[in-house]
């Protein structure tokens, strides 16, 4: 019972997290806990077997809380599954994008070049892009087919961890131009003019800190100047995709699309990170879109050398 007990406590945590966000701004480390809100429904499932199991009599109807906890947690799940943005069977898209975290330059280039020529994307979005990923902006086959390239390029490191992440790079297909660049923000983060499939719109190539590296104040301050920085072009048909460093259930994610009014670009359950050690487990990248846009689809691909998985995104623009 007593063990029963600190999983529902556990899984209740985590659900106060996820409806209450502004919970997560107590500390660093109920930011990063909260980036697995939605496991608490493992919480709540261990609880209910431990109680139907190991209970006797009237104490199993205890189990009844556990099952209800489970039922009230799996909402979380939902926006995952939300069907109102999703473009029709068939529709085709009006723009392909693909992105990745490079890991400090150290993913491998050979293999993401694999499956830019398989997908041949419209717009290609490259966060921690360092010198040692420069390659892909003078290569004879990538300029081929992405001719046209605008952002930033962070030094070269031998490190794994905390080396420089501040490059991010948007390659096109077709000509783009910088509309201008969030300040105040250790990363790079980009507002670029976009014409594909006939529609302009506007990218924002997005990677605010992480709260492990910007601890708690740094990563509310940059999720807030990118926020603001959205909010500048939300007149206009909108993408933001990249790192954000924040999952969905995240306060930062909640403040971006309250104050813009996007929504989520996903079809179903689809973690990103992390992709180098373990099955990734939460969905930091992200594509966010304003209502002109529909997911025709959303798909995850694995480059060696990075943590992140990579995505490839057809959105259709109306």
Known sequence: ?????????????????????????????????????????????????????????????????????????????LPYFETSYQAPTGAPPTVKMIMLNLHYGHGDLDQLWAQVKAEKPDLVVLTEFTEQSSTV??????????????????????????????????LSRTPITLLGRASGTENANLAIQVTSGGHEFTLIAAHPINAVRGGLDGWLNEGAILADFVATQSGHPLVVAGDLNSVPEHLTIHNLVAR???????????????????????????????????????ARFRVANTDHLGSVVELAQS
Do not use: C, K
């Open 1 to 77: 019972m007593v063990v029963a007990t600190i999983f529902m406590l556990a899984g209740a945590a985590l659900w106060a997290l996820d409806a209450f966000p502004t919970l997560q701004a107590i500390s660093r480390q109920t930011a990063l806990v909260s980036s697995f809100t939605p496991y608490g429904i493992v919480a709540w499932v261990i609880a209910a077997l431990i109680l139907l199991l190991a209970a006797r009599g009237t104490g199993r109807l205890v189990s009844l809380v556990a099952f209800a906890g489970m039922f009230i947690h799996a909402g979380i799940f």
């Open 260 to 298: 813009t009014g996007l929504h989520q670009a996903t079809q179903g359950w689809q973690p990103s990170y992390p992709a180098d050690r373990m099955v990734p487990l939460i969905t930091i990248d992200q594509v966010l879109a304003s209502s002109q846009f529909s997911t025709v689809r959303v």
């Open 137 to 170: 902006l003078t290569d004879p086959q990538w300029q081929a087919l992405l001719p046209y390239h605008l952002g930033t390029t962070g030094r070269s490191s031998n490190r794994d961890q905390f080396g420089d992440s501040s490059g991010t790079q948007v």
